[in-house]
């Protein structure tokens, strides 16, 4: 597509404007992972799924006829939704009426060992409201399959909290009405073999790919808001639609100040981390940003990080997340993208991690955030990453979110200011071996790639080319971006550095000692293996040997103190 528009643009001393014609592509075409809806929605049990189908009414058969214990198992949810879309599921959630979990576990245990059958072990799980678990719940293996087993259920809810006041047993209908949309609110009727639709939409919006809740939506959300994030996740995953009320529900002030108030962050981190885990993170992202939920999910820190920003906080812009999410998407699908493909160096790492790209993908989100930091109680400067990450979504260290995301912003400056050298002037071998071990740019410890860290610093220099409301993004200006950092790895493979950046130092701690005659370690230990790192890519074929007598030529008085230095010391002589 071509179109005019002025560009501004600066020098170090005036501003003028100029006006050409540029190429723009859309971004987000690709972003919905469309899932593909069998045209009859049927379940075909598998050998191991018929076995436990045939054990569950056998054994409500014998309770009801030997021990007058009247109940019906009935798979629920999740299992009975993949199994309609032809997916496997590992997993099972078995809704018993009028009876406990554990108590029907037990009773199956024994029953099945009356058969020859043994069973797994049963577990109980205590109720759990924080975690979601309003129920006691039992579980164990069947066949090789893991079971939960809880009752049905109805519940009520006080205003205020997502967890319920009262759960008791409900009706099929009551437990259905009280879940989250109508695709998961689907039953398996253990005895029948038919697939049970109490809401009368879930089959429906099954087959059509509508995302619906089976009671009004604003009622569904005030009840537990958690069910908002579910929406948005689902939506996602199987690529479906929203409808326009349950949009409308969300928007609304009233649910947004829900999830703030009513759901604990590390619920909220779940969902945000299942979304950008699962198919279609863009999608998410997209969602999100469609519902204005950014600032419910992402910007409920302590009241010292916003105290410290001001008005700052949330002034950021959401929409360059998804303008970040956009482009990072754009780069990892080269082929969908074919005037937007940088070099296969910098995909390596990230097409055969999935939690680098869930990394890349969470960090993308939190640009809005990328310049700012906060003084903590003790007055100490901290990125705001670090506390949206720790404190709005309650992530820890798993796939490196915490430890390594905050590095991934720490490198721009870095990254940026090297890349702007090495397009003036190329950067020497030694240069850019040192920008490669640097701690902020490639450091497995945080699970940060040199690769994936020049990836990211990639799309954040794209970013300002992306017009977020016509999804266009600038294709001459971005081509010129790619071509720098392409150029820029090239640089890097011509001169072997990309597989130097493990490579140990020549020589170590006690080496360097020895050299300057010193007993005792210190800081100034890794100001040497600086120098030494840096004769060493300036010297890609010497030896240790080489490296030392190099070191004994240097003056020791400019890395140690004089209080620092002595002579290293003979052996201790031994004492009885």
Not at 63 to 88: F, M, N, P, Y
Not at 376 to 383: H, R
Not at 457 to 475: G, N, R
Request: proline share 5%.
């Amino acid at each position: 597509m071509n179109r005019i528009r002025c560009i501004s643009s600066y020098t170090l001393s005036q501003r003028f404007v100029t006006c050409r014609s540029i190429r723009t592509m859309p971004l987000r075409k690709a972003s919905v992972h469309y899932i593909t809806v069998p045209e009859k929605l049927e379940i075909h049990l598998t050998e191991v799924e018929n076995k436990i189908c045939t054990l569950l009414h056998d054994c409500s058969e014998f309770l009801r006829e030997k021990k007058r214990i009247s109940t019906t198992c009935r798979i629920a949810g999740g299992w009975v939704r993949d199994k309609l879309l032809g997916h496997q599921t590992n997993d099972m959630d078995v809704a018993l009426s009028n009876i406990m979990g554990l108590a029907f576990a037990e009773h199956l245990r024994d029953f099945a060992h009356s058969k020859g059958v043994e069973l797994g072990h049963i577990t109980k799980i205590e109720q759990n409201p924080e975690q979601s678990k309003h129920l006691e719940t039992a579980t164990m293996k069947m066949f090789g399959m893991d079971i939960d087993l809880v009752n049905l259920r109805s519940e009520e809810y006080a205003v205020g909290s997502r967890i319920p006041t009262d759960v008791a047993f409900g009706t099929p209908l009551e437990d259905a009405l009280r879940r989250d949309i109508t695709i998961n609110a689907l039953f398996y009727n253990v005895d029948s073999r038919v697939v049970e639709d109490f809401t009368e939409k879930g089959l429906h919006d099954l087959h059509h790919g509508i995302i619906r809740t089976p009671m009004p939506p604003l009622e569904t959300f005030l009840d537990d808001p958690l069910r908002v994030l579910r929406c948005v996740r689902f939506a996602s995953r199987f690529g479906f639609e929203l409808v326009p009320e349950l949009k409308d529900a969300v928007k609304g002030r009233i649910v947004q100040e829900a999830l703030i108030s009513k759901v604990a962050r590390e619920r909220v981190g779940d969902e945000v981390g299942k979304m950008i885990t699962g198919p279609a993170p863009l999608h998410s992202a997209q969602i999100i940003h469609e519902l204005s939920l950014y600032h419910s999910i992402f910007s409920v820190v302590p009241p010292e990080v916003k105290e410290s920003l001001s008005d700052q906080f949330l002034e950021q812009n959401p929409a360059d997340a998804l303008g970040a999410a956009s482009i990072l998407n754009a780069l990892l699908s080269p082929s969908q993208f074919p005037e937007l493909i940088p070099h296969s160096y910098l995909l390596s790492v990230v097409t055969v991690d999935s939690s680098c790209k869930a990394r890349l993908f969470l960090a993308a989100l939190l640009v809005p955030y990328m310049d700012l930091t906060y003084k903590d109680k003790k007055k100490k400067s901290n990125a705001v990453t670090t506390s949206v990450i720790r404190d709005s979504l309650k992530l820890g260290t798993q796939h490196h979110f915490l430890d390594g995301i905050p590095v991934l912003f720490s490198a721009l400056p870095l990254i940026k200011e090297h890349l702007k050298e090495h397009s003036d002037h190329p950067m020497t071998r030694v240069k850019l071996g040192l920008l490669l071990r640097d701690k902020l740019v490639h450091n497995m410890n945080t699970g940060n790639h040199w690769t994936t860290s020049l990836l990211f610093a990639l799309v954040t220099d794209l970013e300002p080319f992306y017009d977020i409301l016509k999804d266009s993004l600038d294709i001459d200006a971005a081509s010129k971006v790619i071509s720098s950092y392409n150029l820029l790895v090239d640089t890097i493979i011509h001169l072997g550095l990309q597989d130097d950046v493990e490579s140990k130092p020549l020589l170590n701690g006690r080496d360097i000692r020895a050299a300057f005659g010193v007993a005792k370690a210190g800081p100034w230990i890794g100001k040497v293996l600086e120098d030494v790192i840096e004769w060493q890519l300036a010297h890609p074929s010497g030896t240790p040997d080489d490296c030392l007598q190099w070191l004994k030529g240097k003056d020791a008085s400019s890395y140690i103190d004089s209080d620092e230095s002595s002579e290293v010391p003979t052996k201790r002589l031994r004492t009885k």
